[in-house]
Protein backbone atom coordinates (compact mmCIF):
# COMPACT_ATOMS: atom_id res chain seq x y z
CA UNK A 1 0.00 0.00 0.00
CA UNK A 2 1.04 3.50 -0.95
CA UNK A 3 -0.03 6.83 0.97
CA UNK A 4 0.36 10.35 -0.08
CA UNK A 5 0.67 13.31 1.58
CA UNK A 6 0.47 16.81 0.19
CA UNK A 7 1.77 20.05 1.67
CA UNK A 8 2.60 23.72 0.57
CA UNK A 9 -1.04 24.65 -0.74
CA UNK A 10 -2.51 28.52 -0.28
CA UNK A 11 -3.23 31.87 -1.52
CA UNK A 12 -0.60 34.08 -3.67
CA UNK A 13 -0.90 36.93 -5.59
CA UNK A 14 -0.27 36.70 -9.54
CA UNK A 15 3.01 36.36 -10.31
CA UNK A 16 3.98 34.74 -7.58
CA UNK A 17 5.83 31.81 -6.67
CA UNK A 18 4.38 28.61 -4.48
CA UNK A 19 6.30 24.92 -3.74
CA UNK A 20 4.24 21.72 -3.30
CA UNK A 21 5.42 18.76 -1.56
CA UNK A 22 4.48 15.29 -1.44
CA UNK A 23 5.71 12.63 0.59
CA UNK A 24 4.87 9.36 0.27
CA UNK A 25 5.15 6.19 2.11
CA UNK A 26 4.80 2.16 1.76
CA UNK A 27 5.95 0.24 -1.10
CA UNK A 28 7.69 2.99 -2.83
CA UNK A 29 10.41 1.95 -4.71
CA UNK A 30 11.56 4.72 -6.96
CA UNK A 31 9.43 8.42 -7.67
CA UNK A 32 9.40 7.14 -11.32
CA UNK A 33 5.48 7.96 -12.55
CA UNK A 34 5.21 9.83 -9.76
CA UNK A 35 3.67 14.08 -10.23
CA UNK A 36 0.92 16.05 -9.78
CA UNK A 37 -2.50 16.82 -11.13
CA UNK A 38 -5.13 19.38 -10.69
CA UNK A 39 -9.02 19.87 -10.67
CA UNK A 40 -11.40 22.79 -10.47
CA UNK A 41 -14.90 22.45 -10.03
CA UNK A 42 -17.01 20.92 -12.99
CA UNK A 43 -13.52 19.89 -15.10
CA UNK A 44 -11.77 16.44 -15.30
CA UNK A 45 -8.75 16.15 -13.21
CA UNK A 46 -5.39 17.02 -15.35
CA UNK A 47 -1.73 16.04 -15.54
CA UNK A 48 0.19 19.17 -14.47
CA UNK A 49 3.72 17.30 -14.76
CA UNK A 50 5.12 13.77 -13.47
CA UNK A 51 8.62 12.12 -13.42
CA UNK A 52 9.11 9.81 -15.86
CA UNK A 53 12.63 8.80 -14.99
CA UNK A 54 15.27 10.73 -13.02
CA UNK A 55 16.15 12.96 -15.86
CA UNK A 56 13.39 13.01 -17.80
CA UNK A 57 9.37 14.96 -16.42
CA UNK A 58 6.72 15.51 -18.63
CA UNK A 59 4.76 18.93 -17.87
CA UNK A 60 1.34 20.29 -19.11
CA UNK A 61 1.42 22.88 -22.12
CA UNK A 62 -0.08 25.82 -20.00
CA UNK A 63 3.17 25.66 -16.93
CA UNK A 64 6.06 24.28 -19.16
CA UNK A 65 8.70 27.13 -18.68
CA UNK A 66 7.03 27.80 -14.98
CA UNK A 67 6.96 24.99 -13.20
CA UNK A 68 9.48 22.40 -11.78
CA UNK A 69 8.92 19.16 -10.56
CA UNK A 70 11.96 17.35 -8.35
CA UNK A 71 11.90 14.48 -6.70
CA UNK A 72 14.54 13.62 -3.03
CA UNK A 73 14.80 9.71 -3.18
CA UNK A 74 16.14 9.73 0.25
CA UNK A 75 13.08 11.10 1.94
CA UNK A 76 10.42 9.78 -0.97
CA UNK A 77 9.34 13.31 -1.83
CA UNK A 78 8.39 15.31 -4.75
CA UNK A 79 8.37 18.94 -4.77
CA UNK A 80 6.23 20.79 -7.20
CA UNK A 81 8.23 24.34 -7.89
CA UNK A 82 5.42 26.83 -9.00
CA UNK A 83 6.66 30.42 -10.34
CA UNK A 84 4.88 33.42 -12.10
CA UNK A 85 1.78 31.86 -10.83
CA UNK A 86 -1.33 33.14 -13.23
CA UNK A 87 -4.95 33.14 -11.66
CA UNK A 88 -6.15 30.16 -14.09
CA UNK A 89 -3.40 28.22 -11.82
CA UNK A 90 -5.78 28.11 -9.17
CA UNK A 91 -7.39 24.11 -8.60
CA UNK A 92 -7.02 21.90 -5.77
CA UNK A 93 -3.68 20.64 -6.63
CA UNK A 94 -3.46 16.40 -6.33
CA UNK A 95 -0.09 14.38 -5.53
CA UNK A 96 -0.49 11.02 -7.33
CA UNK A 97 1.73 7.92 -7.80
CA UNK A 98 1.28 5.03 -10.51
CA UNK A 99 2.22 1.79 -9.79
CA UNK A 100 1.49 -0.62 -12.26
CA UNK A 101 -2.08 -1.16 -12.82
CA UNK A 102 -3.18 1.20 -10.34
CA UNK A 103 -2.99 4.92 -9.52
CA UNK A 104 -2.94 6.30 -5.78
CA UNK A 105 -3.75 9.60 -5.08
CA UNK A 106 -3.05 11.61 -2.63
CA UNK A 107 -6.19 14.09 -0.51
CA UNK A 108 -4.97 17.20 -2.63
CA UNK A 109 -4.26 20.79 -1.75
CA UNK A 110 -5.38 24.23 -2.67
CA UNK A 111 -3.93 26.74 -4.72
CA UNK A 112 -5.56 30.04 -4.94
CA UNK A 113 -3.80 32.94 -6.95
CA UNK A 114 -5.62 36.17 -7.09
CA UNK A 115 -5.60 38.46 -9.80
Known amino acids: QVQLVESGGGLVQAGGSLRLSCAASGSIFSLNNMGWYRQTPGKERELVAI???????NYADSVKGRFTISGDNAKNTVYLQMNSLKPEDTAVYYCTLIKGWYQFWGQGTQVTVSS
Open 51 to 57: IISSSTA
